[in-house]
């Protein structure tokens, strides 16, 4: 007998045939689209990696022009990923990136401390943030209704704590009597001039001598180096004689009526000549000097502290080493005699940061002060502190005249004040286009005093703060300052710094000073 379904089940097979295409067309198109969406989010992860590289850039040349907030964000514009920026991208589209401006207390603890914006956003910072967001264009997405990944990427930069950068410093150390009076402790066991250097010394260690990763190479006959990076030098108030200056880094040897110098343990103490004017027409180098006889440089620039820039030790054959310290020799004293008064000293240590950034160019210049800045030394009496030599000078204070412009032995903390302005803004006796940024270290300073100032004095408005007659050495020491994230004090006498860090070992002040020549930094975006 004949089935006859036996027919109509082979054309059912026959039909299934079709099904099976259009089932295949689906899947292919399937996996094609899956496959578009795994290209399409490699191509997201690429862009996502570049826009996050453009956001570092961004931050790090930000925290370059910090503290000018101004210039800052105009870097992390420049810098971004938008269609005209330096890291444009064919991968990425409608970048913005945004910058926040902070003062992290976790570096503030590192000795980072938040310094005055100079630019239109106001306030104090050590770091910036900047957060920039992009469109990454799907080659498939659309399929799916995805035309775009929004990307957004984070970086925080501190405007310094990475390499060392070309850096000028004079360290201005005062030597009156009172540095040669024990400590009692508070910094160290010897005197105040000892706890003094041993901060030079963490200073010298913590700067780079030379660029990263090399031998520092002198330069014949000199204390420089090739490469030089952070070169520094010491000067002292009083001034020195300088038949004498040497004493401080060596010894003196006279044999058959001849002198000779040899470095090493100093065996005796350099003389000193009083603050004398020889002139007071020019804004010149005669304003900025003791007299031919006498100088405050006791070091010229130096780079030869230590071998390199990963040494862990000082180099004891370095005369800048010997006098602070650091060679198992006393170093500098606190010979006295003199009073205190620190204006010359500043505006002969700029004339040298000048000179030495000529000589180098692309450089910057620092200063850093260290002393009571309790300003005592006087016109009057057999041996007057301040003289005049003849020919030339002013010696006011005495008769009719009252002037406390420099030079004067009238409003003397004042004064030190206008000669620390003059430095950091580029202003008179310092008309070269050097800017100078100016450290000061309240070493026991007072929470009165500058008697000189009591009535005859000039009202000065520095980084640091304000200053005006019957103010006392502790807001002259700070207003001396370029900013008061530059103010540092052991907080003796009530004196306390302004800057954050709470910093009173002269130690920890100087640590934190050579951190802040460095470069910027990345930092955790959970950096609090």
């Known amino acids: 007998m004949k089935f006859h379904g036996a027919t109509f089940l082979r054309r059912l097979l026959k039909e299934t045939s079709g099904q099976t295409m259009y089932i295949g067309a689906a899947a292919l198109s399937a996996i094609i689209g899956l496959s578009g969406m795994a290209v399409d989010f490699s191509h997201g992860y690429f862009a996502l990696q570049e826009l996050q590289a453009?956001?570092?850039?961004?931050?790090?040349?930000?925290?370059?022009?910090?503290?000018?907030?101004t210039q800052a964000a105009t870097n992390i514009a420049n810098y971004s990923s938008?269609?005209?920026?330096?890291?444009?991208?064919?991968?990425?589209?409608?970048?913005?990136?945004?910058?926040?401006?902070?003062?992290?207390?976790t570096l503030v603890k590192q000795g980072l401390a938040c310094v005055g914006s100079t630019g239109s956003t106001s306030g104090t910072f050590n770091a910036v943030r900047?957060?920039?967001?992009?469109?990454?264009?799907?080659?498939?997405?659309?399929?799916?209704?995805?035309?775009?990944?929004?990307?957004?990427?984070?970086?925080?930069?501190?405007?310094?704590?990475?390499?060392?950068?070309?850096?000028?410093?004079?360290?201005?150390?005062?030597?009156?009597?009172?540095?040669?009076?024990?400590?009692?402790?508070?910094?160290?066991?010897?005197?105040?001039?000892?706890?003094?250097?041993?901060?030079?010394?963490?200073?010298?260690?913590?700067?780079?001598?030379?660029s990263l990763n090399t031998t520092c190479t002198a330069v014949a006959g000199t204390s420089q180096v090739q490469s030089s990076v952070a070169s520094v030098s010491l000067f002292v108030f009083p001034a020195l004689?300088?038949?004498?200056?040497?004493?401080?880094?060596?010894k003196y040897t006279t044999s058959?009526?001849?002198?000779?110098?040899?470095?090493?343990?100093?065996?005796?103490t350099p003389g000193i000549v009083p603050y004398t004017f020889p002139s007071n027409t020019g804004t010149g180098l005669t304003e900025q000097i003791p007299s031919t006889l006498g100088t405050y440089q006791v070091i010229p620039f130096s780079g030869d502290y230590r071998s390199s820039d990963s040494a862990t030790s000082l180099n004891t054959a370095s005369n800048i080493v010997i006098a602070s310290g650091g060679a198992g020799c006393a170093g500098i004293t606190a010979p006295g005699g003199e009073g205190t008064y620190y204006a010359q000293v500043i505006y002969a240590a700029q004339a040298a940061l000048v000179a030495q950034q000529n000589a180098n160019p692309g450089s910057q210049n620092a200063m850093i002060i260290l002393s009571d800045g309790n300003a005592t030394a006087t016109a009057t009496g057999s041996s007057p502190q301040i003289m005049v030599a003849?020919?030339?000078?002013?010696?006011?204070?005495?008769?009719?005249?009252?002037?406390?412009?420099?030079?004067?032995?009238?409003?003397?903390?004042?004064?030190?004040?206008?000669?620390?302005?003059?430095?950091?803004?580029?202003?008179?006796?310092?008309?070269?286009?050097?800017?100078?940024?100016v450290y000061t270290i309240g070493y026991g300073s007072p929470t009165s005093g500058c008697t000189t100032d009591a009535t005859y004095s000039a009202t000065v408005t520095n980084g640091g703060g304000s200053w005006g007659?019957?103010?006392?050495?502790?807001?002259?020491?700070?207003?001396?300052?370029?900013?008061?994230?530059?103010?540092?004090?052991?907080?003796?006498?009530?004196?306390?710094?302004?800057?954050?860090?709470?910093?009173?070992?002269?130690?920890?002040?100087?640590?934190?000073?050579?951190?802040?020549?460095?470069?910027?930094?990345?930092?955790?975006?959970?950096?609090?």
């Open 130 to 210: 900047v957060v920039q967001t992009a469109n990454a264009p799907t080659w498939f997405g659309s399929m799916f209704g995805l035309a775009n990944f929004k990307l957004t990427a984070v970086s925080t930069a501190a405007y310094n704590g990475g390499a060392g950068s070309p850096w000028n410093i004079a360290v201005v150390l005062d030597t009156t009597a009172s540095m040669g009076d024990s400590d009692s402790g508070k910094q160290c066991s010897g005197t105040q001039i000892s706890c003094a250097l041993t901060g030079v010394r963490d200073l010298l260690l913590l700067l780079d001598p030379c």
């Open 390 to 437: 003849s020919g030339g000078g002013t010696l006011n204070g005495t008769g009719s005249n009252h002037s406390y412009t420099y030079p004067s032995a009238l409003g003397e903390c004042g004064q030190a004040v206008q000669a620390a302005y003059n430095a950091a803004n580029n202003s008179s006796y310092n008309n070269t286009g050097s800017f100078t940024r």
């Open 469 to 528: 007659p019957g103010d006392s050495p502790c807001q002259a020491i700070k207003a001396m300052a370029s900013d008061p994230g530059y103010f540092y004090s052991d907080d003796a006498d009530g004196c306390a710094s302004s800057n954050g860090t709470n910093y009173t070992q002269l130690t920890q002040i100087f640590q934190a000073i050579a951190t802040s020549f460095s470069t910027p930094r990345l930092v955790p975006n959970t950096t609090t």
């Open 54 to 69: 453009s956001t570092n850039a961004t931050a790090m040349a930000g925290a370059f022009a910090m503290p000018n907030t």
């Open 256 to 268: 058959h009526g001849v002198t000779t110098f040899a470095a090493g343990c100093p065996v005796s």
């Open 82 to 105: 938008k269609a005209t920026g330096l890291n444009s991208s064919t991968l990425l589209t409608s970048a913005v990136a945004t910058p926040t401006f902070l003062c992290l207390n």
């Open 241 to 250: 004689a300088i038949a004498t200056d040497q004493s401080d880094y060596g």
